[in-house]
Antibody, heavy 117, light 107 residues
């Protein structure tokens, strides 16, 4: 069974940092492109970052460029999102999603990040 | 960025009804469009990819059509499990973008 389990969310003050993790199971993680997508409370979906299977290609949305860093450890079946200089508007549920940009075929259940003073 | 505009934003319907949701792109995206279903507190689920292809395991009452800038998502006969929010998503250009969502409610 395919599983993606996110963790690392929580309450942080503006300007703070958090590191999100997504652990994969049930498929060959190293063979898949991966993404982070977020959803602010009561709002729609916003794609924020992509990483190729080997980590050789990375993309970011403008809203997080320069503040967030995506990475992966294929030996540990894990995807990461390092979030620095957090803003109130970064408050959202963060999902990891498997697949190329045109085929996000499986998503984790998400982890909530709250940025507030 | 490519803007995706869904219509309607919300919709009330009965079990058994035929439901149509539209999605308009701000520029030509050929057939680079997917449809997702999301239930409250749950992750999105891919239903339709490349505008008209049914994802494995998705019931055939769901379908999609369209190309360039205008797309349609149809549920042929609404079932109780279908009440959810639906999103279109384009992947023709970075950043990939989603429509604002269509909330489908029970009448």
């Amino acid at each position: 069974e395919v599983q993606l389990v996110e963790s690392g969310g929580g309450l942080v003050q503006p300007g703070g940092s958090l590191r999100l993790s997504c652990v994969a199971a049930g498929f060959t993680f190293s063979s898949y492109e991966m993404n982070w997508v977020r959803q602010a409370p009561g709002k729609g979906l916003e794609w924020i970052s992509y990483i190729r299977e080997t980590g050789s290609t990375i993309y970011y949305a403008d809203s997080v460029q320069g503040r967030f860093t995506i990475s992966r450890d294929n030996a540990k079946n894990s995807l990461f999102l390092q979030m620095n200089s957090l803003r109130v508007e970064d408050t959202a549920v963060y999902y990891c999603a498997r697949g190329p940009l045109g085929y996000l075929d499986f998503w984790g259940q998400g982890t909530l990040v709250s940025v507030s003073s | 960025d490519i803007q995706m505009t869904q219509s309607p934003s919300s919709l009330s319907a009965n079990v058994g009804d035929r439901v149509i949701i539209t999605c308009q792109a701000s520029q030509d995206i050929t057939k680079s469009l997917n449809w997702f279903q999301q239930k409250p507190g749950k992750a999105p689920k891919l239903l339709i990819y490349d505008a008209s292809n049914l994802e494995t395991g998705v019931p055939s009452r769901f379908s999609g059509s369209g190309s360039e800038t205008d797309f349609t998502f149809t549920i042929s006969s609404l079932q109780p499990d279908d009440f959810a929010t639906y999103y279109c998503q384009q992947y023709d250009n970075l950043p990939i973008t989603f429509g604002q969502g269509t909330r489908l409610e029970i009448k």
